[in-house]
């Protein structure tokens, strides 16, 4: 068992995690699905996931702040009993009134904000409660609590929709959530948690940006991460196109592949718990980057099933893994009183991920899938080259 999974604290979060995670895969199951039910056109389900992702970019930064000034274990608490409130009247709302596009939007702003802002907060108090030395582990557990949701979620949340309505989808949604918040209840303080600052938040945002002006590293990590997050995880915006075209396959080999990615990033993210704490994250960081680039440039090729299958399991394994080593080094480049800023920073950065979705869809429709992925691909590995190039700081973290 790896030392982090010894601390009652960290189990407690862990279970915290996972329960969040079966509502939270629920959000693309729904928005997808109400989007288009509604409208019966797939333009406004991509419309529905780029107002989704708005609030990581409004309020990444902001959620890092109040990490940083409020007890990030009750902090959590307290967003799991918002989140099961906010979800259980749109549960109320939807049994009672004919669903339209407008209902759709507001519950897609309001499952967004809940994630943008619970995000920065459980993953410093990961953090908090492994220290430095073992990060990367208790962030990667984090990651496969957080990936067992999901799949747990997926599937419950779209059974209910199917068989018994939105709003008994809803209600479900906000039962995790009652059920992950005394997950954390009566935890004792931990050697690494974070003491509460009494400076305004306003000042702790002012702390951040000035830490940004000198902090070279964290400045090309905030950098670099939205730059492989529009290159390198668009690609599932071209997967409906490829699945038709190229493999003659219809919705059940889509859903195959969205599972190749599941098993994917779960396993990655078990060994990552698994294999002891490195002194130094940034050559794998650097190789699992190259690696999802390469498999850009793979899959672009790729033309029968199986393969198509194990490229987008490597892909979405080096996503968790760079996911779970950015969470790691952003927070290890900065002191302990900004490590929710920190968070919060990655939280805005992960949130230009409509911007890739845009472009690559732009692509396919006017050259193909097969460029699209290309030049996807090259991008990925040219950013992280371009990083390392101009940052030797970056190599020795």
Known sequence: MNPVFKSAAYRRLWLNTAFNGVSASADHVLIGWLALEVTGTSSWVGRAFALYYLPMLVLGVLAGSLADHFSRRR????????????????????????????HVLLLTLALGSLRAVHGPVRLAYAYDLSGARQATPALAGINVASRVGWLIGAV????????????????????????AAPCLAGMM?????NRQERTSIVHNLRDYLAELKVNRVLLVLVLVTPC???????????????????????????GWMHGAQAVGGLIVGLVLF??????????????????????????????????????????????????????????????DRLRGRAMGGWMLAIGSSPLG???????????????????????????????????PALRRL
Not at 239 to 252: I, K
Not at 374 to 391: R, S
Request: net charge neutral; charged share 10%; proline share 3%.
């Open 228 to 254: 492989i997050e529009v290159f390198g995880t668009s690609y599932s915006t071209v997967l409906p196109e490829l699945t038709r075209s190229r493999l003659g396959l219809g919705a059940q080999g889509l």
């Open 156 to 179: 419950l949340v779209g059974t209910l929709a199917e068989r018994f309505g939105i709003s008994p989808a809803l209600l479900a949604m906000a039962l995790m959530h009652l059920v």
């Open 189 to 193: 303080a931990q050697a690494h948690t």
């Open 274 to 335: 698994i294999l002891p704490q490195r002194k130094r994250n940034a050559g794998i960081y650097a190789a699992c980057v190259l690696t999802l680039g390469a498999g850009l440039l793979m899959l672009a090729d790729a033309s029968v099933l199986p393969a198509v299958l194990l490229i987008l399991a490597l892909i979405s394994a080096m996503i968790s893994a760079w996911d779970i080593l950015t969470q790691s080094m952003m927070q290890r480049c900065v002191p």
């Open 357 to 391: 979705h845009l472009e690559v869809g732009f692509l396919t429709a006017a050259m193909g899938v097969e460029i699209a992925l290309q030049a996807n691909g090259i991008g990925v590995i040219t950013v992280i080259i371009l990083a390392f190039l101009a940052t």
């Open 75 to 102: 902090l959590i608490q307290a967003l799991e009993l918002v989140a099961a409130a906010v979800i259980a009247l749109f549960a109320t709302v939807f049994a009672y009134t004919t669903v339209s596009i407008g």
